[in-house]
């Protein structure tokens, strides 16, 4: 089954404690991102990847880093989480392709609580 | 401003009613528009996108873009209680850096009852 899978599902945690959110995608999509999702606010992006070893910031990047070293993989690092980053978490993908762009593949979600 | 302003409800309907969802945007530079639909816990999935001004139907489903007036519509016919989610407006530039960069409204809360 075509799919984008993170891990873990919820997390809690506490402030300053490093923790990273795992994304894989099995469709050998190019382009991968992250968003968050807040109440209000809608989606935002974070992070997004056009290929392996290409990234670069969305719109909210600030205390995020992510790396891109296989095709299929897109890690969400917080090296040192505060509680405004308490969210829903989604990493998404797609192929290229003009159209592509529009079609994307979103994983189940990540909710993560910072104390 | 938010480039994509959405109303974020609740919108409450009973079954078999006409749904209009809306959205207006701010960037004269999105070419693309698409709605996502997202259930509890899920992820959001593509519904439906159109390229300019136009409609475009899909089943149940049509997609409205005004670009004169800056205006996303989304209407569902004959609406079912499975059809209660969150509906996501967006919007999106062409070419160069813009490749995937959606920029989405807030969501509509809709429920359908029986």
Known sequence: EAQVTQNPRYLITVTGKKLTVTCSQN??????????????LGLRQIYYSMNVEVTDKGDVPEGYKVSRKEKRNFPLILES???NQTSLYFCASTRQ???GANVLTFGAGSRLTVL | QKEVEQDPGPLSVPEGAIVSLNCT???????????????????PELLMYTYSSGNKEDGRFTAQVDKSS?????????????????YLCAGRRTGGTSYGKLTFGQGTILTVHP
């Open chain 1, 27 to 40: 469709m050998n999509h190019e382009y991968m991102s992250w968003y968050r999702q807040d109440p209000g």
């Open chain 2, 25 to 43: 945007y701010s960037n004269s530079a999105f070419q693309y528009f698409m709605w996502y639909r997202q259930y509890s816990r899920k992820g």
């Open chain 1, 97 to 99: 392709g003009a159209v």
């Open chain 2, 70 to 86: 800056k205006y996303i519509s989304l209407f569902i016919r004959d609406s079912q209680p499975s059809d209660s989610a969150t």
């Open chain 1, 81 to 83: 989480p505060s509680p």
